[in-house]
């Protein structure tokens, strides 16, 4: 039987937490051949996901390098990418999200003329500098792509709007998916989160690490931690720090020394997704952290300026924080002095998903190559 081809393209944390349930699910159908290329824009952070989920690579282009520009990832994914899309001949390449990984891997898959598909399409803020360089990366891949599969109705309203050509699905986000491999019952890996008593003490879960909050809006968010936790000495902030030089040396500028701020480590995915499940809320720049609080029914405030997932803002468990100190500080009070205010927030729900979106893509992907008759159902949440 004719097989599809499939080489599925990935280089950053969020994008292979995302796309080894798709692998997994290719991986179980007979009807796919498929292989999988990091591109190794991130080194430890990948390399621990891949761990995680028993994903081994066909190829490795192992980019990565301390203090990398955004060109410089681009040009070299650029020079690497073509040798094994050469070798592996796909019928198609699927890439994910908005990363320069992202980017870059479309584009070579386009100088080859192969077919793209963008897992996690249509996600838009309609602002070109933020996220920096995300939106336009996802812009782009747009009209690279060929199939999109776009988590959810609104997202797949920006692809319309914006006329990209191509079919689209809408999937849900294979976020959830992978949530419902991670989040269990079990220990922590990491012995520091074991020793934590979350049943007496609150704990707010936060990480940071986006690129347009670099400088004064990062300062700003960390001093709205370092007095939340002053004012609150009775919750722990547990912050796992993103391996970036940058937010690194701000976190431990500011942050550091502080009997209830844990700074740790990046916690594998199965102790990020557990630290949040028994956590009591959650502070974030994150864009995949904004889809997984709020289907564990975990109150999140965003720490940016905007969001191109507006989904659970309009449910409720999101709300956004800005990147001003009084106002992080004001709505993160509010969340710890009353009742009502986290009552209203803390319900799960899943507007990005239902656990099968890995489940549409392949379906999708098989109806698309001639393999199977009626499309998949779209996701509604
Ligand atoms: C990238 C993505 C961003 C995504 C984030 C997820 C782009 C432009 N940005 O940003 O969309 O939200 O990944 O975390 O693609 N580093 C290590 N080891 C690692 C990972 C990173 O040392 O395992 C260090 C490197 O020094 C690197 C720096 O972190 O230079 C920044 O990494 P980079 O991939 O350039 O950008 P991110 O901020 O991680
Ligand atoms: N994550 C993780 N360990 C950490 C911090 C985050 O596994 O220490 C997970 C998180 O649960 C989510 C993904 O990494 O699944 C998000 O990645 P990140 O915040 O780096 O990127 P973004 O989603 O903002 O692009």
Redesign the pocket.
Known sequence: MKKIKVLSVFG???EA??MCPLVSELASRDTFSSRVCVTGQHRE?LD??LGVFGVQPDYDLNIMEKGQTLSDVTCRILERLGGALRDAAPDIVLVH???TTTFASALAAFYEKITVGHVEAGLRTGDRWSPYP?ELNRCMVGRLAEYHFAPTVRNRENLLREAVGGAIYVTGNT?ID?MRFTVNDRPFTDERLNAVDFSSRRVVAM?C??RENYGRPMENIFTAVARLAESYPDILVVF?V?LSPVVRETAKKYLSGRENILLID????M???KL?SRSYMVL??????QE?APALGKPVLVMRRETERPEAIAAGTAALAGVETENILRLASELLDNPCRYDEMAHAVNPYGDGRAAERIADALEYGFGLREAPPQDFAP
């Not at 990046?266 to 995915?269: R, S, T």
């Not at 974030?284 to 952290?289: K, P």
């Open positions: 950053t944390r969020p937490i995302k952070m621990s996901v999200g908005d990363t995300e976020a992978a990480t690490h986006r796992p993103h990046p916690l594998d995915a102790d990020m997704h949040m974030t720049d994150s864009g995949g952290i997984e």
